[in-house]
């Protein structure tokens, strides 16, 4: 063998040797850790905000009106009888894209949920520049009747029946009712949201 050979083999193995290393250490328990994380990692934790890039209308747009409206779809029609795209994995639409059909609903229902958190982050601002009301006690009532319609929407979805999906799509038409009556559509237009 090569000494080029041999000193890339070696460097190989310590490096399969470190990440081994590093994985039996990250699931070591906690107790052979040291049960506190190191302090400068713990602040650095605590210090960096989540990153906010896209406002409240954005955010609404890219993924709770779409979501919502995927729901809603199948308060009448069987989302199994969409049917699929030539190419599913490009599809734009989550009916006919390769996780189609109900479960394409259950999806919608799930992201819906998981996007409540979304609305919590300190840093968003609406259209209009001024920040979310995160700290308004109405607006984390507001942001639970969200995830909890969601969820909703997905037990409904897996129940596969249509009847089913119409009692959910209204809960998520009031969840985002509610909001939107204290806080979207208010006298003054974009400028008068958020307030």
Known sequence: MRLRSKIVALLMCAGVA???LGVAEAQAPAASQGAAQPAAQKAASEAAPTP???NLAQLMRGIIFPNSNVIYFAQTKNPDNVKRAPDPSVSPDPLSGSFGGWAAIENSALALSESASLLTIPGRVCQNGLPVPVNNADW???VQELRDAGMTAYKAAQTKNNDKMIEAADVVTDACSNCHD???DRRGGVAGRCK
Do not use: E, I, T, W
């Open 52 to 54: 906010v890039y896209a």
């Open 182 to 184: 204290r806080y979207r």
């Open 140 to 142: 984390s009532k507001f």
């Open 18 to 20: 470190r990440l081994f």
